[in-house]
T-cell receptor
Framework: GAGVSQSPSNKVTEKGKDVELRCDPI?????LYWYRQSLGQGLEFLIY????????KSGLPSDRFSAERTGGSVSTLTIQRTQQEDSAVYLC?????????????FGPGTRLTVL | GQSLEQPSEVTAVEGAIVQINCTYQ??????LSWYQQHDGGAPTFLSY????GLEETGRFSSFLSRSDSYGYLLLQELQMKDSASYFC???????????FGDGTTLTVKP
């Protein structure tokens, strides 16, 4: 079946503009995660959804970042007034279980470049 | 908070065995996962330890000791294609959140 998809694959924007990143999880997966990965670095947790609700938003770097999920499926990550330090690869993952064991399936990521 | 420590780089030769260690400090802990990421690719799941002991999956094995807050990934019969970054991730009791280490870059040489 289809894996996790993300769009766009690449986004170049100017400082101060808003961007929207989209994630389509694997069908039936109830959990959805957003991470950020800077070049050569680890994965920085941003936010996690269980269904349409976000029990954990602790990783969002600032109030310029927001995310939503509708219909228990597609999620969008919005970054307002982008800054150069927002440049990174934004990865989305989904999983079918949470708690004791949650193998996460990752999408290919969106590479964001803020000029 | 949570933090995981793993070596930044490891080098080994084809056919050898390599062990990548991971120590963690977490406020809540369910288990330890391992992911592989090739350059430019997405992370892919390798292994999970929810209980102490060794889990074996083909050439890869993973170990966990909760009392020592320590785990490792063991890669046997190394192949060139194993050159990648390897991340340990602590699964939190806060239902679903995973905290990742900074990754270990494994270079396999002929």
């Amino acid at each position: 079946g289809a894996g996790v998809s993300q769009s766009p694959s690449n986004k170049v924007t100017e400082k101060g503009k808003d961007v929207e990143l989209r994630c389509d999880p694997i069908s039936g997966h109830t959990a959805l995660y957003w991470y950020r990965q800077s070049l050569g670095q680890g994965l920085e947790f941003l936010i996690y959804f269980q269904g349409n609700s976000a029990p954990d938003k602790s990783g969002l770097p600032s109030d310029r970042f927001s995310a939503e999920r509708t219909g228990g499926s597609v999620s969008t990550l919005t970054i307002q007034r982008t800054q150069q330090e927002d440049s990174a690869v934004y990865l989305c993952a989904s999983s079918s279980e949470t708690g004791t064991y949650n193998e996460q399936f990752f999408g290919p990521g969106t590479r964001l470049t803020v000029l | 908070g949570q933090s995981l420590e793993q070596p930044s780089e490891v080098t080994a030769v084809e056919g050898a065995i390599v062990q990548i260690n991971c120590t963690y400090q977490t406020s809540g802990f369910y288990g330890l996962s391992w992911y592989q990421q090739h350059d430019g690719g997405a992370p892919t799941f390798l292994s999970y330890n929810g209980l102490d002991g060794l889990e074996e999956t083909g050439r890869f094995s993973s170990f966990l000791s909760r009392s020592d807050s320590y785990g490792y990934l063991l890669l046997q019969e190394l192949q060139m294609k194993d050159s990648a970054s390897y991340f340990c991730a602590a699964n939190n009791t806060n239902a679903g959140k995973s905290t990742f280490g900074d990754g270990t870059t494994l270079t396999v040489k002929p």
